[in-house]
C-alpha cells in the first residue's frame, strides 16, 4: 500500500475540490477535454474504465444497479451539460457506507490506472481525471460526514473512511484483484455503449445483480 503525503494534495478554491495533482498552468481560458487531449477512441475507453471501474466494485459488494453505460456524445466536458458515462442504479438507493466510499472512489482510480498502463498518463490528465469525478467525489464527501462531521481529510489519516487518500490507497487495492474484470467489461462497454446491470454481471462472472426499476444516476 502506498502512502501519500499531505502535501501532494491541492486546494482548489474556484472549483472546490481537492486534488492529488496540482492544477495545470494554464495561459488562456480551455476546457478539461482539451487538457486531456485525447482522440475520441481513447477518450471512450476512458471513460469506459472509469464506468466499468464502479460497476465492477458495486457488483462485487453486492450493489445492484439498473445499467451501466458509456455517453454517445461522451459527455462534451464539464462545462456543458450531460455525463460522459454513468452507473443508473435507482432513485432512492440506500448501501452500507463503506460500501458507497469505495464503489464512488473506484471511477477516478480504475481511468487513472488505464492512463499508466496505456502509457498516457501525466500529472495534467490525472488531474483531469479527478476533477470530472467531481460528482463522485460530493457522494464521498456527503458519506464521510455522516460520521465525520469536517468533512474527508487528505493524506493525513491511514483511516479510508475519512481519508481521501487512504480511501483512493484502499480502492487501488480492490482494483488490483478485479483489475482483469474492470478491463473486459470496460472493453465490452465500449463496444456496446449500454449494459444492464444483468448483462455487466454475466460478463464479469458475478453470479447475479438484482438490478432496480427506478432511475437514478451516478456518474
Ligand atoms: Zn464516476
Redesign the pocket.
Given at each position: 500500500m502506498t502512502t501519500t503525503l499531505c502535501s501532494a494534495w491541492h486546494v482548489d478554491r474556484g472549483l472546490g475540490l481537492t486534488t492529488r495533482q496540482p492544477a495545470p498552468r494554464l495561459d488562456q481560458p480551455t476546457t478539461a477535454y482539451r487538457i486531456l487531449g485525447l482522440p475520441d477512441p481513447l477518450l471512450r475507453q476512458g471513460i469506459a474504465m472509469?464506468e466499468a471501474g464502479?460497476a465492477v466494485l458495486m457488483l462485487r459488494l453486492g450493489m445492484p444497479f439498473t445499467s451501466v453505460s458509456v455517453a454517445d456524445d461522451l459527455g462534451h466536458g464539464p462545462d456543458k451539460q450531460g455525463s460522459a458515462g454513468l452507473v443508473d442504479f435507482g432513485a432512492s438507493y440506500s448501501a452500507p457506507v463503506p460500501d458507497v466510499l469505495l464503489s464512488s472512489a473506484a471511477?477516478?482510480r480504475a481511468q487513472d490506472r488505464w492512463l499508466r498502463e496505456a502509457g498516457l498518463w501525466t500529472e495534467d490528465r490525472a488531474w483531469v481525471v479527478e476533477i470530472l469525478?467531481a460528482?463522485?467525489r460530493t457522494i464521498i464527501d456527503q458519506a464521510v460526514r455522516i460520521s465525520h462531521p469536517d468533512g474527508p481529510t487528505y493524506g493525513v489519516s491511514s483511516d479510508p473512511t475519512v481519508d481521501l487518500a487512504a480511501l483512493h490507497d484502499y480502492v487501488d487495492v480492490w482494483l488490483h484483484g478485479l483489475w482483469d474484470q474492470v478491463v473486459e467489461l470496460a472493453s465490452v462497454l465500449n463496444r456496446r455503449g449500454t449494459l444492464t446491470g444483468a448483462q455487466a454481471a454475466a460478463i464479469t462472472s458475478f453470479s447475479s445483480n438484482g438490478g432496480t426499476p427506478e432511475s437514478g444516476v451516478?456518474?
Open positions: 472509469h464502479h471511477g477516478e469525478a460528482h463522485d451516478t456518474e
